[in-house]
């Protein structure tokens, strides 16, 4: 013999389940995407940070040794292009950009290897 439940006491519809089941779906899409989103400028955050770090550390570098006499543009350990002008009394502009992010860079005077200052 059968024993029948009590009307109201069965549980979930099968409609029930597939309308919890849309609005679970219409809910999780856009989080979905905000999550795609939020790591790719992560990503692109971490590139800028590590590109900024690049580029601060061979300015102070440049700065701390001094320029050689040499003018033009160069690769500095794939990492920065550093491009020097020369000034008069030993003065050069320098420009160093990263390779990786090309909107970071630093301009700066630096002088002249042995020129002090």
Do not use: C
């Amino acid at each position: 013999m059968r024993r029948k439940l009590p009307r109201g006491k069965g549980g979930f519809t099968l409609i029930e389940v597939v309308v919890a089941m849309v609005v679970l779906a219409l809910v999780a899409a856009p989080l979905g995407g905000a999550l795609v989103v939020s790591v790719r400028v992560n990503a692109y955050a971490d590139r800028v940070l590590k590109a900024r770090l690049e580029v601060s550390s061979a300015v102070e570098r440049l700065m701390a040794e001094g320029v050689e006499a040499t003018e033009g543009s160069f690769s500095w350990e794939n990492e920065v292009t550093v491009e020097i002008t020369a000034h008069d009394g030993g003065v050069y502009s320098v420009t160093v950009k990263s390779t990786d992010v090309p909107e970071v860079s630093v301009s700066t005077e630096i002088h002249e290897k042995g020129a002090g200052g």
